[in-house]
C-alpha cells in the first residue's frame, strides 16, 4: 500500500528541521544557531503506531536567494503538491508574524488537512503560548517543543488521523510500474511522450494525489504498464521546480511507487556527479533498474562508441553491476524498440520467487566449487538457504554464526545465484542468520 506524506511548512528558524530531526528519529541534519543552515536530507522514512509514513522538510529546498515571503510561499506550496498532511509549523516564543500569515494564507486555498503545531514551548508552564494561534485558523494549536522533544505524540495522532484511507487502492501484481529518474533536461518528457506516442493513453487521476501527479497507463504485447508521474515532470515556472533539492525529492518519491526505476543519462553532457545520486537512491531503494543512455543521436554512432560509454557507466556505476544499459533516441526515437523488453526482464526479475529446492542445489554446487571459510579456525556452516522476499528478491541463508560470512563469501553465493536464476535488472538482498 502506498504510504502517506507529511510536510512541515513554516518561516525560517521555528524550528522544522529540529522536528524532522526528531520524526525521523535519527541526527540526520545539522541544526545549529544559525538560521539557514544546510541541511542534507529533506526527505525521510518515519513511523508512528506502526503506521509508515514519508515526511519532507520544506524549508531544506534552499531558496534562500529569494525574498523572505517568496520563500515562504513557495515551501508552502511543495507541501500542497506534495504532502497528505501538512504540519504547519510557528514559534511560540514570538507570537504571529506576517509571514505566518503568508503561510496560512496560501494552506487555506488548499484543500489539505492542516495540523499547526506552536513549537519552543519547552515546559508546560508555557502552554497558555498557544492560545494566541487559534487565531490563525486552523483550529486547535499543538504545543511541542522540538528540542524537549514535547506534544510529538500528540501531534502525530492528530497527523495521523487525517491520512487517507488507502484501503481499497487495488495493486495490479501483474502490471509493471516504472519510473524515468534524472537530471532536469536528460530527456525524461521526451521519453515519455516518444514510449507512448504510438498507444492509446490512458490518463487516470490516482485518488489522493494532486492533480499535478498524474500516472499514465498503456498496453503492449498484451503487459499491463504504468509510468508513474509524469505529468509531475513538467514545468511550470515556480522557483523552487528548478532546484536540486526539489528534483531529487520528487525522484525519490516517484523511485518509491516503482518496480522499475529508468535512470536517464545524457549521451550529450555525459555522466555527472548527480546521476550517481540518484542512481544510488533507487539501487538503495531496492528497485529494478535500466539505465537509459539518451540522446543517442547526438554521438557519432558505431559499436565502438556504445561500448565505450558502457565502459565508464560501469566504472562510474559500480554498484549497479546489474543493471542493463539501453542506448537509445528519445528524438528520433532510433533504437527505442530496445526499451521495453528490458523494463519487462527486469520487472520480472525483481518479482521473480525461485524454488526452495532448487535453490538449495545451487548452493551445494557453489560450495563444491568454493568450500565455505574459515575465521580463527572457525568455519562457516551453511545448514539451508530459502528466498523471503521479492521485490527485490531477498534470501535468507541459515548458518552456524553469521559473523563468520565474510561479504566477498556473500557476494560468491550471490553471483552464483544470479547465474542459476537470471536476477539481470533487480537488485538482489543476501542476508545471514543463525540456525543451531
Ligand atoms: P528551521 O529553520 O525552521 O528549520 O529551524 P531550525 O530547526 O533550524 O531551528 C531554528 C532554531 O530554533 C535552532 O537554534 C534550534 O535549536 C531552535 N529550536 C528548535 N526547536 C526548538 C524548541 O523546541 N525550543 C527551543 N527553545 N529552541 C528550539
Ligand atoms: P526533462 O527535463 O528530463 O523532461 O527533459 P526534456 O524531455 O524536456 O528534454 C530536454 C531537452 O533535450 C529538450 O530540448 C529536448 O528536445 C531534448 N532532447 C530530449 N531527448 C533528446 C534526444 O534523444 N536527442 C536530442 N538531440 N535531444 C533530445
Given amino acids: 500500500m502506498r504510504k502517506s506524506t507529511v510536510a512541515i511548512v513554516g518561516r525560517p528558524n521555528v524550528g522544522k528541521s529540529t522536528i524532522f530531526n ?50 515562504v510561499r513557495e ?25 505566518d500569515e503568508e503561510v496560512a494564507k496560501i494552506l487555506y486555498r488548499s484543500n489539505k488537512p492542516v495540523v499547526l503545531a506552536v513549537n519552543k514551548v519547552d515546559s508546560y508552564e508555557m502552554q497558555h503560548l498557544i492560545y494566541e494561534y487559534y487565531a490563525l485558523g486552523f483550529g486547535q494549536p499543538f504545543p511541542i517543543s522540538g528540542t524537549h522533544g514535547l506534544g510529538l ?13 488507502r484501503s481499497n487502492e487495488i495493486e495490479d501484481e501483474d502490471r509493471i510500474y516504472f519510473s524515468l529518474i534524472g537530471r532536469p533536461n536528460v530527456g525524461k518528457s521526451s521519453l515519455v511522450n516518444a514510449i507512448l506516442g504510438v498507444d492509446r493513453v490512458i490518463v487516470s487521476d ?4 494532486t492533480k499535478d501527479a498524474v ?9 499491463d504498464f504504468t509510468i508513474i508521474d509524469t505529468a509531475g515532470m513538467r514545468k511550470r515556472g515556480k522557483v523552487y521546480e528548478t532546484t536540486e533539492k526539489y528534483s531529487v525529492l520528487r525522484a525519490m518519491k516517484a523511485i518509491e511507487r516503482s518496480d522499475v526505476a529508468l535512470i536517464l543519462i545524457d549521451a550529450d553532457t555525459g555522466i555527472r556527479e548527480q546521476d550517481k545520486k540518484i ?9 529494478a533498474i535500466v539505465i537509459v543512455v539518451n540522446k543517442w543521436d547526438t554521438v557519432e554512432s558505431s559499436q565502438d562508441a556504445m561500448k565505450e560509454f558502457e565502459q565508464e557507466i560501469r566504472k562510474q556505476f559500480q554498484f549497479l ?28 526479475n525483481h518479482a521473480k520467487r525461485v524454488k526452495t529446492n532448487v535453490l538449495n542445489e545451487v548452493i551445494e554446487d557453489a560450495l563444491a566449487v568454493n568450500p565455505t571459510p574459515s575465521i580463527k579456525g572457525q568455519k562457516l556452516k551453511i545448514l539451508y538457504t530459502t528466498q523471503v522476499a521479492a521485490k527485490p528478491p531477498t534470501f535468507v541463508v541459515f548458518v552456524n554464526d553469521p559473523q563468520l560470512m565474510h561479504f566477498t563469501y556473500e ?11 537470471g536476477f539481470e535488472g533487480t537488485p538482489v538482498n543476501i542476508y545471514a542468520r543463525r540456525r543451531n
Fill in 215 to 223: 500516472d499514465t497507463s498503456f498496453t503492449r504485447e498484451g503487459r
Fill in 279 to 287: 542512481a544510488g537512491y533507487a539501487h538503495d531503494a531496492g528497485r
Fill in 206 to 209: 490516482i485518488e489522493g494525489t
Fill in 153 to 165: 505524540g500528540d501531534l502525530l495522532d492528530e497527523v495521523v488521523k487525517h491520512f487517507p484511507d
Fill in 75 to 99: 515551501q508552502a506550496e511543495i507541501a500542497i503538491h506534495e504532502a497528505d498532511v501538512i504540519i504547519f509549523l510557528v514559534n511560540g516564543r514570538e507570537g504571529i508574524t506576517s509571514a
Fill in 321 to 348: 553491476s546489474y543493471a542493463p544499459i539501453v542506448f537509445l533516441s528519445a528524438k528520433t526515437k532510433k533504437r527505442l524498440h530496445t526499451l521495453l523488453p528490458k523494463i519487462v526482464m527486469a520487472g520480472e
Fill in 411 to 421: 557476494r560468491f553465493l550471490e553471483n552464483r545465484i544470479r547465474e542459476a536464476f
Fill in 22 to 71: 526528531r520524526l525521523v528519529g535519527e541526527r540526520i541534519s545539522i541544526v545549529e544557531d544559525t538560521p539557514g543552515v544546510t541541511r542534507d536530507r529533506i526527505y525521510a522514512k518515519a513511523e508512528w503506531l506502526n503506521t509508515d509514513f514519508n515526511i519532507i522538510d520544506t524549508g531544506g529546498i534552499d531558496l534562500s536567494d529569494e525574498p523572505l515571503l517568496v520563500q
